[in-house]
Nanobody, 122 residues
Framework: QVQLVESGGAVVQAGGSLRLSCARS????????MGWFRQAPGKEREFVAA????????YYTDVVQGRFTISRDNVKNTWYLQMNSLKPEDTAVYYC???????????????WGQGTQVTVSS
């Protein structure tokens, strides 16, 4: 049974920073790629960032490029999303997910966390 547990969500002022974590337990296909997605109220879940197992392949959606950084500690089985220069439009529930490759499409991810709320106040 694979579990992904996100943490680190909070209320932060615009311009601030947060680091989200995603702790993975249980056995998946090896090695798993990871992705971060977000869902704002009334909107569909959207792609934020993805990384290969080694971290040599990363993708970001345009609106976070240069502000967010995806990373991982494969020894700790923990993934991260460093978010800087946060904007009110970044407010959403953030989810981590695991897949066989760093896809942009959420339908291709097999395992999901429960989500963590990020609220950016103006």
């Amino acid at each position: 049974q694979v579990q992904l547990v996100e943490s680190g969500g909070a209320v932060v002022q615009a311009g601030g920073s947060l680091r989200l974590s995603c702790a993975r337990s249980g056995q998946t296909y090896n090695p798993p790629a990871m992705g971060w997605f977000r869902q704002a109220p009334g909107k569909e879940r959207e792609f934020v960032a993805a990384s290969s197992w080694s971290g040599d392949i990363t993708y970001y959606t345009d609106v976070v490029q240069g502000r967010f950084t995806i990373s991982r500690d494969n020894v700790k089985n923990t993934w991260y999303l460093q978010m800087n220069s946060l904007k009110p439009e970044d407010t959403a529930v953030y989810y981590c997910a695991a897949a066989r490759a760093p896809y942009r499409r959420k339908e291709l991810y097999d395992y999901w966390g429960q989500g963590t709320q990020v609220t950016v106040s103006s």
